[in-house]
C-alpha cells in the first residue's frame, strides 16, 4: 500500500519517481508513506498499529523517515524485503474532561497539556505515589517517547534520546515556577496531571496533533500497544540524530 500526502507538493514528485520502479511485489501489511513526519503520524492513526510503516521523506526533518536519492535503489529494498523492522514505545493517555467525560489517547511522539488562554496553567504532577510538584505554573507540560524527543520536547529544552531507549520524557513548557528541568523516568513510570483552577484557567490535551479542550485531570503512561516502523537497509539513527535534529554536520 502506498500513501501520498496531498497537501504537501514535493509528496507528487517524490511518489511519481517512486511509482516509476514500484516492484510487483511489496509485502502485504507495509504501508509505504510518502510526505512528513506529521503525515506518518496521522496514517498510523488512520490503519492502526497491526501493519508496519516505511516512510520516505518529502518534508524537511523526516526523523520518522527513510531519505532517499536514488529511487531505483528502493524498488528491489521493497522487493527483497531490504529493510529493517523496529518496534517503537507508544503512550497512551487517560484524559477527564471538566464535564467528566474520559478519553484514552495514544500517542508516537508526545502528548503534552497546554493553557487555552493568555494565563498560565497551574499544574500538580504525581508520578507513581510520589508528588513531584504541588503547583506548576507554567505554558503546559510535554510527555514523550524517544522518537517524539526529537520533536516539541526538544523545542522546549528537554534531551534527545535514541530510539531505542525506552523511557518516557517530562519537559515543562515555559516554567514560571518552580523552576522544574526536563527529566526522563522509567517504562513502567505512570505520571498523573491535575489541572488548578480548570475553569479560569483553562487547559487543553494535544496527542500527536490531536486536540481535547477543558481538561482536569490526565494519566500518562507506556502503552501496551508499540508502533512498527521500517527502515532500508542500513539506516543509522545516530547518524540520523546528528544531520537531522542536532545539525553538528549541517
Known sequence: MLAVDPRNRNAAAVSEALLAHWPDVVESDLVVVVGGDGFMLSMVAKHGFDRCYLGINAGRVGFLLNAVEDWSRVAPLLKSGQFDRYSFAVL????????????????????????????????????????????????????ATPLGSTGYSLSAGGPVAHPSIEALFVTPICVHSPRMPPFALAKDARCEVAVQLPTLRPVRVVSDGKEIDNVEKISVSIASERVSLAFLSGHDFTSAQVTKVLGTNQ
Do not use: C, K, P
Open 92 to 143: 497512551q493517555a487517560e484524559v477527564t474532561t471538566t464535564s467528566g467525560s474520559t478519553v484514552r489517547m495514544l500517542a508516537i511522539n508526545d502528548i503534552y497539556l497546554e493553557r487555552m488562554t493568555g494565563q498560565t496553567a497551574r499544574l500538580s504532577l504525581r508520578i507513581g505515589q510520589e508528588s513531584v510538584v504541588d503547583t506548576l505554573v507554567a505554558d503546559g507540560i510535554i510527555f
